[in-house]
Every structure is written in structure tokens, then in C-alpha cells.
């Protein structure tokens, strides 16, 4: 087996490993099963789980990729070299510096029996590497990465392809939404279907004579029709592999399933798939009684995509797989209480899709009623929402201090934010978790998105390596949030006095995929005896919920000073 290949399982171990642990509980993961380019292969890798973070020696993985790696004691700095890649970490510190661009990591590397570890999830990334997770058979596929285009979409991240036992798996579901083809569940079977237009000819050819060699234009001309015939194929559920949590099947189904062109070319490692669609139509857009109607004839309108966006204030509608009504004028004037204006448009030919923007003259929400091939939209005046997420939770304890676990104190600390939250009548407070339970990252920056939250805060405690270090900092995602993010960490380290860490960029995943003004606080660190002992003081926890409550307040209504 190659040295690359070799790195390649051991970053699949630290990848898909999931577990919660503290330093003298962590143990090696022996029950991945781990197929490379659709091969099974087994390893003895011993990788430790450590906060919900895989390690590994960083020699071990060395000397398995024939990289140069180079230890320097004086600064506690690693630093690693492949190819063209240039990585840089230090013991202790959560950042990991790629061909010299700094990028925030949730873990830091840390020296155990004269071992370095690294955290192997962010090594991972920048790999190039496709790596798949079955959590039903715990077994993950690593392959090269393959370009998936769709009619001219790009699919990728969890649904780019990937190499299962020698052959490639696609999101079939998922290319069926983007090709407008209908499918559902019968006896428990799949069934797809679409409509298929063939050519019936009626041609006579002329052969040639004994003078002639059958080149010449023959006076006879064939009759050319076209018809079209509605297909319905099934798809067994035993044919379906969920890779992380995409429904995928064998690439050899696509084109019976969905009536497509498909081809594979190996060498530029690009999938192009091709149909023809029959597009719908966006027919009205109308006022009436008060409510805003938008008629698309034939649409499944369960499957159009709506969301809010800020500054200015302003409702999107997307249709897909829908073009506009070339015979409308489409120059709306359909103003009404918190709206505007209405615009349509054209947003995308690939793929097809109609949008349709409520210019908002305030903080609004809207009641959204489906009808039928209709949609009907009321908008009226809200309050801000802000939604407050304790980190962790359930069996994911987060860092572990000598006595106390992270998920527990940051449970206490937002529901008391939550608490002064409520006793204002002028702002509309949400939790992601009101109790110890665990709930996704995804899930909690989704459920801030589909409530059109106006702020989001993710309560954490840090821990590191060492037990000097200490303080408190802000996270805010990269280039965005800075006003709120400023606001949060004045009222935060007024609260804590501890040594000011400042306000930095990260891209976690809460902060990377709410649309709203979001911060993540680490408000001190469980691995320091003084600060665990702060963050478990109940009149500790009431100043930071209160310096909360203040900067959500002075970000919203401004200051009061």
C-alpha cells in the first residue's frame, strides 16, 4: 500500500470517529471499517478521541505519507510539508496556518508520552480527498474526488460522488429535484418517472443505382414525427447507500431512473449528466384581500425555497425548475402594509429558476399557505428574534474540567440569558437546547434560519492543554458580523474580567451557515482550576447572562449610556 493511501485511512479514522472523551479516557477506534477506492483495507492506527476530536502522533503520520515534518521545541511549532501543501500548528493553540493563511480550529495540538497529537479532522481538509460515512454499517469510503454536473449544476460536499466496492455512488434523490423528476415510496419500492419524447420516422432511403454510388441526395423525404411517453422505473430500497445522510445508488441507475445522458470521464475524474426538461411556468403574481398570490401550474409549491435577508429588509421565494411567463409584463406595483415592492425574475437558467423579492419596509413575517399549485403570503410587523444555543449537550459533553463538564455550565448560563430575554417585552428569545439534550450543529444554525432569527449567540467554555492558560474570546465568522461581534465581547469581558483574548474569526459551522448576526463566546477555560471554579459560580454565570441581555439590547435599540 502506498504512503498516501496510509494517511488516507488515518485521516478517515479522525474524520468519521464519534465519541466524547477526556484525556485519560481516550481510547483507540478499532471499529471503523474503512474501504479505499473501493477496497476494504484494515489498519491498527490507534486514534484517540479526545473532546469529540480524533488525534494521532503526528510522526506516525509522517512517515506513512513521505512528507518532511519539522519540530520546533523552542516555540512548540509543527510544521508540515506535501506536495505543495505547507502546514503549520502549534501545542496549545487552535489555529492551523495553510501555505501561510491563518484558519481557526475548535482543538489544538497537544504533547502526550513525549507524543505530539494533532487533531486529524482539519489536517484532513485539505487533502482533496472524497471520504464517505455509512453510521448504519460504521464503515467510511475514501476515494479520489469526482465532479458531479448536473445540467450544468455542480453538486458537491456531501453530495459529490463517491467509490463504493469499485463503483461510483451519486445523490440520485437529489439529481431527481434537479431534473424534475417526480418520485415516491410504493410498496415499498421507489418509483421514478418522467416523460421521455422519441422521434417515430417514416424514411425511405436511396440506395444508389448501378450509376450511382448512394451519395447522391435522394428526391424522397422521410416523415419525421416526435411522441412522447410518460416512464416509470423502480428503484429498490436494497440498492440505496446512505453516505452522510445522502440516499445514493450504484451510477449505473441514473440514466434508466431518470431518463438521462450520462458520461464518465476517468481521466478528468467528471460525471456529466444531461436532460432535457419540460419547465414549468410562473404565471401571476397578484394581490388580494391582503394576501400576495403566486400561481405556477403543475408546481409541487412544498418544494420552492423562501428565506429572509437583511439590510435592506426583503422576502425571497424561489421556484424551481420554473421560467417566467415571457407574455406578462412582470412590472408589479403591489404594495401593502410592511411591503413595498414586489420584483420578479429570471434568477437562474441554471438551473431554471423563478424568484420573486418583497422589498420590506420593516422586520416582518409572513404566513405561508400552499393551495394547490398556489402559494399565498401574508406579511405583518414582528419583534427581533434572537436565539440563544448552549453548546454541547446530551452525550456530547464538550471540554471536561476537573469537576465539572462544559455542556452543564453553558446550559445554565443561556437559560439564564434566556430568562432576562423573556422579561422584555420588546424582543422574542428561542433556545436551541433548554435542556441537556443533544442537538446537531446543523440542526441549530437550520432551526435559527427557519425562524428568521435577527441574532444568534453559541454559549461555550474553552479548555487547552495546559492549565496556565486562560481568558475569554469571541468568535464571529470570517469578514462578517463585526458590529454585533464587537458589541457581544465588550459586554462579555466586562463581565468576566479575564484576560481579553479579542474578538476573532472562525469558521465554525454555527457561525458559517446562520444568516444572522451570530457570535460564539468562550467565556473562560475548564482546563484552568480558577477559571472552572468562576464558570461554576452561580453569581458568575448572572453577570455574563446579564452582559448578554445588555449587548443584545444595545445592538438592537442601541446604547443606553
Do not use: C
Not at 510522526?59 to 519540530?71: C, D, K, T, Y
Not at 460504521?138 to 469526482?146: C, E, L, N, P, Y
Not at 394581490?287 to 400561481?295: A, D, F, K, S, V
Not at 479579542?502 to 482550576?529: C, D, Q, Y
Request: no cysteine; glycine share 6%; proline share 3%.
Amino acid at each position: 500500500m502506498s504512503k498516501k493511501w496510509s494517511l488516507i485511512i488515518v485521516l478517515t479514522l479522525a474524520f468519521l470517529t464519534v465519541g466524547m472523551m477526556s484525556h485519560a479516557d481516550a481510547e483507540a477506534s478499532n471499529e471503523v471499517k474503512l474501504m479505499v477506492e473501493g477496497q476494504y483495507v484494515e489498519s491498527d492506527v490507534p486514534a484517540q478521541i479526545i473532546q469529540g476530536r480524533t488525534f494521532v502522533p503526528i510522526r506516525f503520520i509522517v512517515e506513512n505519507i513521505g512528507a518532511q515534518v519539522s519540530w520546533n521545541q523552542a516555540e512548540s511549532r509543527i510544521d508540515i510539508f506535501e506536495g505543495s501543501t505547507h502546514l503549520r500548528m502549534y501545542l496549545g493553540e487552535e489555529t492551523i496556518h495553510v501555505n501561510g493563511q491563518a484558519q481557526e480550529m475548535d482543538t489544538a495540538p497537544f504533547l502526550e508520552n513525549y507524543r505530539t497529537m494533532v487533531p486529524l479532522r482539519f489536517v484532513s481538509e485539505y487533502l482533496g480527498l472524497r471520504v464517505g460515512w455509512d453510521n448504519a454499517e460504521k464503515q467510511a469510503f475514501i476515494s479520489t474526488k469526482v465532479n458531479l454536473v448536473v445540467n450544468h449544476t455542480t453538486f458537491e460536499d456531501d453530495h459529490a460522488p463517491v467509490n463504493i466496492s469499485g463503483d461510483l455512488y451519486v445523490p440520485i434523490f437529489d439529481m431527481a429535484r434537479e431534473l424534475n423528476v417526480a418520485f415516491w415510496l410504493e410498496d415499498d419500492v421507489y418509483k421514478f418517472t418522467y416523460t421521455q419524447t422519441s422521434d417515430d420516422s417514416d424514411t425511405e432511403e436511396d440506395l444508389g443505382t448501378e450509376e450511382g454510388d448512394g451519395t447522391e441526395a435522394s428526391d424522397k423525404q422521410g416523415s419525421k414525427e416526435e411522441s412522447e411517453e410518460e416512464v416509470t422505473m423502480d428503484l429498490p430500497p436494497s440498492e440505496i447507500v446512505n453516505v452522510d445522510g445522502v440516499k445514493m445508488v450504484n451510477l449505473s441507475w441514473v440514466d434508466q431512473l431518470l431518463g438521462t445522458k450520462t458520461e464518465y470521464d476517468r481521466g478528468l475524474q467528471l460525471v456529466t449528466v444531461d436532460r432535457d426538461i419540460d419547465y414549468l411556468t410562473l404565471r401571476e403574481v397578484s394581490l388580494e384581500n391582503g394576501r400576495y398570490m403566486i400561481h405556477v401550474p403543475g408546481l409541487d409549491a412544498e418544494e420552492t425555497e423562501h428565506f429572509f435577508l437583511r439590510s435592506p429588509h426583503r422576502f425571497v421565494l424561489d421556484i424551481p425548475q420554473t421560467e417566467l411567463d415571457q407574455d406578462q409584463e412582470w412590472d408589479t406595483a403591489l404594495s401593502h402594509d410592511t411591503v413595498d415592492d414586489v420584483r420578479v425574475g429570471q434568477f437562474s437558467t441554471s438551473p431554471m429558476t423563478a424568484r420573486v423579492v418583497f422589498d420590506l419596509n420593516k422586520r416582518s413575517k409572513v404566513d405561508f399557505e400552499i393551495e394547490g399549485d398556489k402559494i399565498y403570503l401574508a406579511f405583518t410587523e414582528r419583534k427581533p428574534i434572537v436565539v440563544i444555543d448552549a453548546g454541547h449537550g446530551g452525550h456530547d459533553p464538550g471540554a471536561n474540567g476537573s469537576f465539572s463538564s462544559e455542556k452543564d455550565i453553558v446550559l445554565a448560563i443561556s437559560n439564564q440569558i434566556v430568562d432576562y430575554l423573556e422579561q422584555d417585552a420588546d424582543i422574542e428569545v428561542e433556545a436551541t437546547r433548554p435542556t441537556d439534550e443533544y442537538v446537531t450543529l446543523g440542526d441549530r444554525a437550520a432551526y435559527a434560519n427557519e425562524i428568521n432569527a435577527d441574532m444568534f449567540i453559541s454559549v461555550h467554555a474553552n479548555a487547552a492543554g495546559s492549565s496556565a492558560i486562560g481568558g475569554t474570546e469571541t468568535y464571529i465568522y470570517y469578514g462578517s458580523n463585526k458590529a454585533f461581534g464587537d458589541i457581544v465581547h465588550k459586554h462579555l469581558i466586562k463581565a468576566t474580567q479575564l484576560n481579553d483574548r479579542g474578538l476573532k474569526e472562525a469558521g465554525f459551522k454555527v457561525l458559517r451557515e446562520t444568516r444572522m448576526p451570530a457570535a460564539l463566546l468562550e467565556i473562560a477555560f475548564l482546563s484552568n482550576p480558577d477559571e472552572e471554579k468562576l464558570l461554576n459560580d452561580p453569581a458568575f454565570q448572572d453577570k455574563v447572562a446579564k452582559a448578554m441581555y445588555d449587548a443584545i439590547r444595545e445592538y438592537e435599540f442601541g446604547s443606553d449610556e
